[in-house]
T-cell receptor
Framework: ETGVTQTPRHLVMGMTNKKSLKCEQH?????MYWYKQSAKKPLELMFV???????ENNSVPSRFSPECPNSSHLFLHLHTLQPEDSALYLCASSQDRDSPLHFGNGTRLTVT | GENVEQHPSTLSVQEGDSAVIKCTYS??????FPWYKQELGKRPQLIIDIRSNVGEKKDQRIAVTLNKTAKHFSLHITETQPEDSAVYFCAASMGSTLGRLYFGRGTQLTVWP
């Protein structure tokens, strides 16, 4: 069983909706990440948090807003998304910035 | 071009045969190279990784080789089994920071019984 839990597993939302993705890790890690996985494209790093501080925003549109209240929880707030934002959103954690990633099962997002 | 190129995109082998997936990278500062396996509808899982001070690493039926001069690394699976069927991703660290990875596009491996 994964030590990184993501909810919901599936989400369908309209372009005017506001929703949030949640990630929780039970591994005692200090770094957390959001990745986007689209068909036929490489996994794309979106955000990195290290000790609750955002250390990277990989040129992600402002309609995606991350939040990391503590080292165990990570959120991705979604607002006025576009159909091309439909993808699998993966959360990951690592012990620190120089350790292997552990992924959650992802949230399959469909924007209609 | 992409930071990490992975080939082939699809690979079909007979059970018991070997499978090889190759990746090249462009960032000369990369020093960590993990491989992930992703089964349909599941999360990517780390299966093996290698750091730049090592040329080869083996774990049972899985091995990875690294050629830093040529900037390429490969995954070798021997005695393949149907349960090896999945998408395999290679990755290379962005400089020296391991958590920030460039990923390849993935290889769909199918092992026929």
């Amino acid at each position: 069983e994964t030590g990184v839990t993501q909810t919901p597993r599936h989400l369908v939302m309209g372009m005017t909706n506001k929703k949030s993705l949640k990630c929780e890790q039970h591994l005692g890690h200090n770094a957390m990440y959001w990745y986007k996985q689209s068909a036929k494209k490489p996994l794309e790093l979106m955000f990195v948090y290290n000790f609750k501080e955002q250390t990277e925003n990989n040129s992600v549109p402002s309609r995606f807003s991350p939040e990391c209240p503590n080292s165990s929880h990570l959120f991705l707030h979604l607002h006025t998304l576009q159909p091309e934002d439909s993808a699998l959103y993966l959360c990951a954690s690592s012990q620190d910035r120089d350790s292997p990633l552990h992924f959650g099962n992802g949230t399959r997002l469909t924007v209609t | 071009g992409e930071n990490v190129e992975q080939h082939p995109s699809t690979l079909s082998v007979q059970e018991g045969d070997s499978a090889v997936i190759k990746c090249t990278y462009s960032d000369s500062a990369s020093n960590y190279f993990p491989w992930y396996k992703q089964e349909l509808g599941k999360r990517p899982q780390l299966i093996i990784d290698i750091r730049s001070n090592v040329g080869e690493k083996k774990d049972q039926r899985i091995a990875v080789t690294l050629n830093k001069t040529a900037k390429h690394f490969s995954l070798h699976i021997t005695e393949t089994q149907p349960e090896d069927s999945a998408v395999y991703f290679c990755a290379a660290s962005m400089g020296s920071t391991l958590g920030r990875l460039y990923f390849g596009r993935g290889t769909q491996l199918t092992v026929w019984p």
